[in-house]
């Protein structure tokens, strides 16, 4: 039976009726107390990251996880269509279990798909994307040198906040994480 011994990141475990992984871990042996295991856990399916403790030698319940990469292809009514890259299957599912970062999906892009025997326990987004700048108001001479930003809409229909010399057309660097403007791209 594993035990907190075989902590690893990346190690996804059944903790209180849910999946979590584990993102960070450390033995701590405090002189003459006992032992134990300090973790950073995130859930799977919230995303909501705890900390906790196991006791040095604790049984834990690891559940084997099935990454797949699959690609998007649109948004209908009854959510996100992604095809299997392998088998060509289409698989649709719900906004809700793909998350806020969707709005950044555009078509073609590749994804994670994270299985439970066949049950989704999570969507893996890439953690940043390029695109274009479909709307927004036209920068002016100068604008380079004012901090400022305004709202633009990007070619998924998603609204960023950007620096104000950023034009229609131009190539963003999006965080699909918090929404934010990184950089802008040469084209």
């Known amino acids: 039976m594993p035990s907190t011994s075989d902590f690893r990141p990346g190690l996804v475990i059944k903790y209180n009726n849910d999946l979590w992984t584990v993102v960070e871990f450390q033995h701590v042996n405090p002189g003459n107390w006992r032992a134990f295991v300090r973790t950073r856990l995130k859930n799977l399916r919230s995303g909501k990251v705890v900390e906790n403790r196991f006791r040095a030698g604790e049984s834990i319940e690891v559940i084997r996880i099935e990454r797949k990469e699959f690609q998007f292809l649109y948004r209908d009514t009854a959510g996100y269509v992604f ?3 392998a088998t060509y ?10 998350g806020s970062g969707a709005q950044f999906l555009k078509d073609g892009e590749s994804v994670d798909i994270l299985f439970n025997g066949t049950d989704i326990t999570g969507i893996e987004i890439p953690i940043t994307v390029e695109l274009a700048i479909s709307e927004t ?6 604008d380079s040198a004012n ?24 190539v963003v660097k999006i965080d699909t994480r ?3 403007y990184i950089e802008r791209v040469k084209v």
């Not at 299957?89 to 793909?98: K, R």
């Not at 108001?137 to 100068?142: A, E, L, Q």
């Not at 305004?150 to 620096?163: D, F, I, L, S, W």
């Open 83 to 85: 095809m299997d890259k």
């Open 178 to 180: 918090t929404g934010g």
């Open 147 to 170: 901090p400022g930003t305004k709202p633009a809409k990007v070619e998924t229909g998603a609204t960023v906040n950007v620096p104000l010399f950023i034009n229609e057309g131009d």
């Open 137 to 142: 108001v036209p920068g002016v001479k100068g």
């Open 89 to 98: 299957d289409q698989l649709t599912i719900p906004g809700e279990t793909v």
